[in-house]
């Protein structure tokens, strides 16, 4: 007969050693649990490699491109600043456009005005041609030159007004001609030089025609003080006062004979003026 206290330790025994078993498998739940720590921390270490890797990727590009970013604001420095530069020259463009406008709109303004003020004063005038052929009248303007009238009307000879010989380069009004005045046109004409004793000179060009006299005349009214005029015409010259010779021979302010006759032996003679009194030119 068995006894029931060993088979009741034969099962506890074999309880022990079940227990044991599964400890030994490792079925203890502190070694699970310790574990799964050492593999949290396993992930961690990898998460803070990744992020380190990540981090030295990204300061590598950031140097990279750090000099691209810094030309990037240096251009748009420049940009800048050309802007600027295009602004002020545009506003100078627009100043200097301005004063030019201005400058040619005074210009066109005071052109219009000269050409409206010469219109104004360039008024239309007849004059009287008169030759040995025929007399005729034209209408002209006071601008306009002597010589386009010697071709309007094409006139051989000499223009003459008073006697005096015209300057054809000049205008009707420089010549001192006004509405309805003649024009003579003569064949000749005398270039008459007057030596004073002091030293002044002066000259006339007069028609051939004209009286001696009436050409001191004309010297005197253009050259000399006029109080000397009235005497001579009335036969109360003093011949001390101013005396014309010629050839050695005095001329008269009531003489007549015409310039061509009296100096017929020179093209361009001289008088001579001799005044017995110390008289300025």
């Not at 602004?87 to 219009?112: E, G, R």
Request: hydrophobic residues 40%; contains cysteine; proline residues 3%.
């Amino acid at each position: 007969m068995m006894n029931p206290m060993g088979m009741n330790q034969m099962n506890l025994n074999q309880i022990g050693m079940d227990a044991m078993n599964i400890n030994n498998m490792g079925m203890n739940p502190m070694n699970m649990n310790q574990m799964g720590m050492n593999q949290v921390g396993i992930n961690n270490q990898f998460n803070q490699m990744n992020i380190m890797n990540m981090d030295n990727v990204t300061m590598n590009v950031k140097n990279l491109i750090q000099p691209y970013e810094n030309k990037i604001k240096e251009l748009e420095e420049i940009i800048r600043q050309k802007d600027f530069e295009i602004t002020v020259l545009k506003q100078k463009l627009n100043t200097i456009s301005n004063v030019n406008n201005n400058f040619m709109n005074m210009n066109q303004m005071m052109m219009n005005q000269n050409i409206n003020q010469m219109m104004i004063e360039n008024k239309e005038i007849d004059i009287i041609i008169k030759s040995e052929e025929e007399t005729s009248k034209i209408t002209c303007f006071e601008h306009d030159k002597l010589s386009k009238i010697r071709e309007k009307c094409n006139i051989k000879g000499f223009l003459t007004h008073n006697y005096h010989i015209l300057d054809e380069s000049k205008s009707i009004k420089e010549n001192g001609l006004k509405f309805y005045d003649i024009i003579d046109v003569k064949p000749n004409f005398k270039h008459i030089a007057f030596k004073k004793t002091n030293g002044c000179n002066y000259a006339l060009n007069l028609s051939d025609d004209l009286p001696i006299g009436l050409a001191i005349i004309y010297y005197l009214i253009k050259y000399e003080d006029p109080i000397y005029l009235l005497p001579l015409l009335n036969n109360k010259n003093k011949f001390n006062d101013i005396i014309f010779i010629y050839n050695a021979i005095q001329l008269n302010v009531k003489d007549v004979t015409p310039l061509r006759t009296i100096f017929s032996n020179s093209n361009n003679p001289y008088v001579v003026v001799n005044l017995t009194k110390n008289l300025a030119c």
